[in-house]
């Protein structure tokens, strides 16, 4: 079966420092790969998608996202985090089989210090 | 654009009730899903309708049903509600196999 691993539940970084958000899937085929950003009460943020081709993807807000197929895994990076993106960040995987239902890891808080 | 819109955004219901959401889908966005999401859960996956026909479902009781009007207007209903059914429920729309887009969910109390 699909699964998503986050393998942090918490961080915590200053405003300015680098972030990296872990995620692993266990998914035998090429999925489609997700990140979503979701601030407290809001629904859900697109921020990056990968589905094929570059495995670098960059999506808004200054985010990118690595698609590693030898390590299973799909990490969220930003170079220099702003206070606004205290926020809970979540993986989510699908695959062609599954139409558009989506697998998601338990989330990651990001909490960011002045 | 508009983008996903949910009624009510706030409900609370008594145990044994059954409970009607509704969830409006992106302009041109013929794929629907509903999603449930609780801090022990987590998000879970509830069912997909696309075109009026449910695709896909997850694993959750035959008290959780669905259906999507012709003009991809989706609606889920709870029945016999459960202290365990508070949550928030959200929606999302997709023209087809793509990238997702959520509405601001329907947070569910029971009491």
């Known amino acids: 079966a699909q699964s998503v691993t986050q393998p942090d539940i918490h961080i915590t970084v200053s405003e300015g420092a680098s972030l990296e958000l872990r995620c692993n899937y266990s998914y035998g085929a090429t999925p489609y790969l997700f990140w979503y950003v979701q601030s407290p009460g809001q629904g859900l943020q697109l921020l990056l998608k990968y589905f094929s081709g570059d495995t670098l993807v960059q999506g808004i807000k200054g985010f990118e996202a690595e698609f590693k197929r030898s390590q299973s895994s799909f990490n969220l990076r930003k170079p220099s985090v702003h206070w606004s993106d205290a926020a809970e960040y979540f993986c989510a995987v699908g695959y062609s089989g599954g139409y558009n239902k989506l697998i998601f890891g338990a989330g990651t808080r990001l909490a960011v210090h002045p | 654009k508009a983008g996903v819109t949910q009624t009510p955004r706030y409900l609370i219901k008594t145990r044994g009730q059954q409970v009607t959401l509704s969830c409006s889908p992106i302009?041109?966005?013929?794929?629907v899903s509903w999603y449930q999401q609780t801090p022990g859960q987590g998000l879970q996956f509830l069912f997909e309708?696309?075109?009026?026909?449910?695709?896909n479902k997850g694993n959750f009781p035959g008290r959780f049903s669905g259906r999507q009007f012709s003009n991809s207007r989706s609606e889920m209903n709870v029945s016999t509600l459960e202290l365990g059914d508070s949550a928030l429920y959200l929606c999302a729309s997709s023209s087809d196999r793509a990238e997702q887009y959520f509405g601001p969910g329907t947070r569910l109390t029971v009491t």
């Open positions: 302009s041109g966005h013929r794929s």
């Open positions: 309708y696309f075109s009026e026909t449910q695709r």
